[in-house]
Each structure stands twice: as C-alpha cells, then as structure tokens.
C-alpha cells in the first residue's frame, strides 16, 4: 500500500507532488528547500535553509513511521559553490553516523532565493541494521 504525505507546502498542490510516498518500507522525499512553512518565509542563510530542509525531511519520515537515521540516500542540490561549507556545517551533525550514499550537485533552483534543495531515500528499519 502506498501512502502519500503532505507538509502542507502550497507548492505541492501547485505542482501536483507529495512531500514524501511510502511504498512498503521504502520512502522517498522530494527535493525540500529551506522554508519555514508555518511562516512561508525563507533564511538568506544557506545553513539556515539546509537545516530547515531537513527538519521539513524529518517530519515528512515520522509521518511514515521512519527517521532521518533510516536515510539510505541522500542529494544535495546547492545553488552556489560558496554554499557548500553552510550546508556541510548545517547537515553534517545530522548524518555524521547515519552516514547514508550522497551527492552534491551545484545547479540552479527554480526561485532565486532558494540555495539549497535536499531529497532523500529512506528504508524503514534501515537504523536497526
């Protein structure tokens, strides 16, 4: 059964999108930039918007039954080389012993102010193994 979660983004309606799908124990979260959702506001910071991305990420996995400990998969789209440190300072606490396959790629967004986008790939139980 696939269940199919929301954050309450305006973008997904607008898009046609799910914040994350389950798919038995797999989970997959969409690209999530750095805004405050509860405020539709967005740090200058890329650190800030890093960080906010993943507790956006975070939330969408405990809607699942999972964790950011479960991520098996991790893509950082970041907008500016300068950014990179930020962003590592920002998710590299949060994946230090997860330690899940990532990459980084420099790109540009579809909204100026946006600087960073995470996606993720979890598998429940992964945290257990």
Do not use: W
């Not at 539709?40 to 400990?69: F, H, V, Y």
């Amino acid at each position: 059964m696939v269940q199919r979660i929301s954050s309450g983004s305006p973008f997904e309606q607008t898009f046609g999108y799910s914040r994350a799908v389950k798919d038995r124990d797999m989970i997959y979260v969409s690209g999530t930039t750095g805004y405050d959702y509860a405020s539709m506001t967005m740090p200058d910071c890329p650190g800030e918007q890093a960080r906010n991305a993943l507790e956006t990420i975070a939330k969408a996995l405990a809607d699942t039954g999972a964790s950011l400990a479960d991520v098996v998969r991790v893509v950082y789209y970041v907008t500016d080389v300068a950014h990179v440190d930020a962003v590592v300072a920002a998710v590299g606490p949060k994946f230090s012993e997860i330690r899940p396959a990532a990459s980084m790629v420099i790109c540009g967004l579809i909204k100026p102010e946006m600087k960073v986008e995470i996606e993720v790939t979890a598998r429940i139980g992964a945290a257990q193994s």
